[in-house]
């Protein structure tokens, strides 16, 4: 069962490129010039194909899922069962980034989580509280080993 995930970004994102067209065109017709639908309909799909790679690596490596079995932060998985804390956890000099990231993507806030080895490791989310929270929901749930 999914506690909280972030996308990445939307792939409604692709539609931005065409929509830009759209008023470029829209523009062209009301100024009284010549519309040069070719060339926007050219425009527009240019920048929707050129959007798709970066929709789809945001999407891949951005975004992240908390389900009653494990975290996952871009590319990387951890397990329930190694998730020990995210109260009370101070961040470490040099804690390794979840994700496969030298350092906490921009515009993404960090949340210290302390797993089963007493290790700490930086998980990151836009929204942190809300990440806080399902993980310290999934932390109360899964039984640990005595």
Known sequence: MRLYAESGVSWAAIGWGPLFA?????????TGGPVHVVGWLMT????????????????????L???TEQLRQGREQVPAAQIASVTDVGTPVGARVLGGGWSVPRKYDSLPVKL??????LAWAKDV?????????LVRATPREA
Do not use: Q
């Open 22 to 30: 759209l008023v470029g065109a829209l523009a062209e017709l009301v």
């Open 44 to 63: 527009g799909f240019a920048l929707g194909v050129i959007t798709m790679p970066w929709v789809y690596a945001r999407r891949r490596f951005l975004s």
């Open 65 to 67: 899922e908390v389900t």
């Open 116 to 121: 089963a080895d007493g290790t700490v490791v």
């Open 129 to 137: 509280e809300a990440l806080r929270d399902a993980l310290d929901r």
